[in-house]
């Protein structure tokens, strides 16, 4: 294993699968579990139980606002504040395990996330000196709750089409704010708000603005289909009166803030619907243990069997996509130094430096987290359709994840930009993969390795799945150089393909790393071949439908790029039926995600 090997965001399309050493949960530290069981407890006392009293609560969301407080006394919400300023500065792996620990109580994870998240990092990274002092402290122990007001009525995905405005009065002394933000997380408590405004109607600018400024309200709650027990109000904006050590940043460099804390909020949802994942197979695995049809348990049944495998191994993949990239992330921030003047800005540089896995733990978690909870579902039958059982709850608040900070849609066409974008910069050696690619089809066809204990065949696997994405991709892009942007039935396949090849290389790579004696090494080898058996025919069929459609009904053309694929495409001879039935087993005879 070359674990010298300098971390690269986008490297794993690149890098040989096990080249790099790869962060995972079997390297977690007592320190990093101590937090994480502190979490789990945390949510099992006293969050979980207190479920009806979140979900329907009264018009000061009380309850969620003192488990807010308690998770304040309990140092739940300062663990990403620097420890001069009354937090913890801990690693960004402790950050995600007490994410994916909350992410069991959906209404609790949302408003704990906007607090800790989008709510105080914008201070943490872009904040004034005095105003990390004034205000970090309090947002650390839970004496002041945060929320972040950027989303406007006409302006959802395209954040910078906001219209609310800020107009510096004579004087110079104070910023006057008008306008209206929606779908504002936290509303209902929340002391200090981060507003997105227009400076001379085209500079987009950040403001600090506190709760109890005249002018400053809020709507009524709004009636949401899910996460009923979190506060969502709009916010309005009637000649705000900010002062000018109010602003946030730099007038006119708004976006900055925006776009670097959504890469903050994106891989934190990523590990958070993860907890969400694993609640879900454990309250179904103990309902299908218990349930009776036919004379015996349906946990007995090879249909439902099918079910938690399939929600084990989704949940294999995202769990090893999520704490690869929060280990790299400490990795590469450790080597930082501390006392620089400029050490947030470098700190949020290297966060950057990830935006595409961001990204794609975004879109991967939340569309896993929805087949999970609908399987769920299912497992429950007519049951899980009634608010008496978890899974309709579960079922109600997953749908948002798909549209909460950048909708999936808008994610999966930011990853090709940003990968080419990177190339251009000369930050990431594309087009030596694509040579790689080209290399080998203009070779014999490498035979596919005979199947065995160790990964052989599975590594060869994930190589030419990677040859085969950035090939069909190269192609896309050079038909489409000048259009690109505007291909976006092409930019979705893309996406995929490279998604795809992130939970390969995460899955392989972690598994090349097992001792395989130790205890359940060999149920996380077959969670990985599962993950191969999967989504590797993914990346194929992605590959396929670009090329076909680049022949543009050209029968020469699609039987040339039939004929390229060939020499990249394999039938994978992985026993899918039986490696799913030992992860199910495994999982029902547990009652839990058993990895």
């Known amino acids: 294993m070359g674990e010298q090997i300098k971390p690269m965001g986008s490297g794993f399309l690149v890098r040989e699968v096990g080249s790099e050493r790869i962060f995972a949960p079997e390297q977690f530290t007592e320190d990093q579990r101590m937090f994480a069981q ?58 995600m395990l007490c994410s994916e620990m909350i992410g069991r109580q959906g209404s609790f994870a949302v408003s704990w996330g906007a607090h800790t998240g989008i709510g105080s990092m914008p201070i943490t990274f872009f904040g004034t000196a005095a105003q990390k002092d004034k205000w970090l402290p309090l947002l650390a122990s839970g004496e002041k709750l945060a929320a972040y007001a950027l989303t406007e009525p006409g302006s959802g995905s395209d954040a910078m089409a906001a219209r609310t405005t800020a107009v510096l009065e004579e004087g110079g002394g104070h910023y006057v704010l008008n306008g209206t933000k929606m779908w504002i997380t936290n509303a209902g408590f929340a002391d200090l708000f981060t507003v997105f405004c227009q400076v001379d109607g085209s500079k987009f600018t950040a403001f600090l603005v506190e709760a109890d400024r005249p002018g400053l309200s809020t709507g009524a709650e709004e009636r949401k289909m899910g996460l009923k027990g979190s506060s969502t109000r709009m916010l309005i904006l009637d000649n705000v009166r900010v002062p000018v050590e109010n602003l946030l940043g730099e007038v006119g460099r708004g976006h900055k803030i925006a776009f670097n804390i959504l890469n903050i909020g994106r891989f934190k949802l990523g590990v958070g619907v993860l907890g969400g994942c694993k609640a879900a197979i454990e309250f179904s695995a103990r309902y299908a243990n218990e349930r009776r049809q036919f004379g015996q348990a349906i946990a007995s049944f090879g249909a439902i069997g099918e079910k938690f495998a399939r929600m084990v191994e ?169 259009d690109l942007k505007s291909q976006q039935e092409l930019l979705l396949l893309m996406a995929d393909m490279i998604m795809a090849c992130y939970a390969l290389d995460s899955t392989v790579g972690r598994a090349l790393q097992l001792d395989t004696k130790a205890s359940g090494a060999s149920l996380k080898l077959d969670a990985t071949r599962a993950v191969v058996a999967s989504h590797y025919p993914k990346v194929l069929s992605n590959a396929e439908a670009i090329l076909s459609h680049l022949a543009g009904g050209d029968a020469a053309k699609l039987a040339l790029g039939h004929k390229t694929l060939d020499k990249l495409s394999y039938r994978t001879g992985l026993d899918g039926v039986t490696i799913r039935r030992r992860i199910a087993a495994a999982t029902l005879e547990r009652s839990r995600y058993p990895l």
């Open 38 to 95: 502190t979490a789990l407890r945390f949510m099992n006392d006293e969050v979980l139980p207190r479920t009806e009293a979140i979900e329907h609560p009264d018009a000061g969301h009380s309850t969620m606002v003192g488990l807010l407080k308690q998770a304040g006394e309990l140092g739940l919400l300062m663990i990403d504040v620097p420890e001069s300023y009354g937090g913890l500065g801990l690693d960004k792996t402790t950050s």
């Open 314 to 482: 989704l949940s294999w993949a995202l769990e090893s996509m999520c704490y690869r990239i929060a280990g790299t992330m400490d990795a590469t921030i450790e080597e930082l130094p501390q006392g620089a003047p400029d050490y947030s800005a470098r700190v949020m540089d290297a966060i950057e430096d990830f935006a595409v896995e961001d990204s794609i733990m975004k879109v991967y978690g939340s569309e896993a987290l929805d087949f999970v909870v609908d399987e769920a579902m299912q497992v429950f039958g007519g049951y899980g359709y009634s608010c008496e059982y978890p899974a309709e709850l579960a079922y109600r608040d997953a749908r948002i994840n798909r549209i909460f900070e950048g909708t999936n849609e808008i994610n999966r066409m930011l990853i090709p930009g940003m990968i080419l974008k990177r190339t251009m910069k000369g930050q990431l050696p594309l087009f030596e993969a694509i040579q790689k690619a080209e290399a080998a089809l203009a070779a014999d066809k490498a035979p596919l390795p005979e199947p065995g204990e160790g990964l052989e065949r599975e590594r060869f696997l994930v190589e030419k799945a990677k040859q085969l994405a950035v090939y069909a991709a190269n192609q896309a892009i050079q038909r489409h150089m000048a």
